[in-house]
Nanobody, 120 residues
Framework: QVQLVESGGGLVQSGGSLRLSCTAS????????IGWYRQGSGTQRALVAG???????VYGDGVKGRFTISRDNAKNTVYLQMNSLKSEDTDVYYC??????????????WGQGTRVAVSS
């Protein structure tokens, strides 16, 4: 059973920093893409940052220069370093990954979500 386990959310003051972690656990062949989305109340999930299948980092609107995504392949873990946080960054952040169970079978997974709250 593959799971994405997230950690690192919390409450921080405006201008502060947080680091989110997401680890893919269980048995699988490989990770194709992995990254972070965010969702506020009544809104659709939007990309924050992620790695493409070619391991190229991509960033969503409004975070480039403030957020940095990185990964540790040996630990099957992706990190999101969030600096210069603003109140509008307040949301629930979800880890997302496309993971191959075998070379020909790929499945989509979501983490349970971790809340980030930025006070002004």
């Amino acid at each position: 059973q593959v799971q994405l386990v997230e950690s690192g959310g919390g409450l921080v003051q405006s201008g502060g920093s947080l680091r989110l972690s997401c680890t893919a656990s269980g048995r699988f062949f490989s990770i194709s893409t992995i990254g972070w989305y965010r969702q506020g109340s009544g809104t659709q999930r939007a990309l924050v940052a992620g790695f493409t299948e070619s391991n190229i980092p991509v960033y969503g609107d409004g975070v480039k220069g403030r957020f940095t995504i990185s990964r540790d392949n040996a630990k099957n873990t992706v990190y999101l370093q969030m600096n210069s946080l603003k109140s509008e960054d307040t949301d629930v952040y979800y880890c997302h990954a496309d993971i191959k169970a075998s070379p020909n079978y790929e499945y989509e997974y979501w983490g349970q979500g971790t809340r980030v709250a930025v006070s002004s």
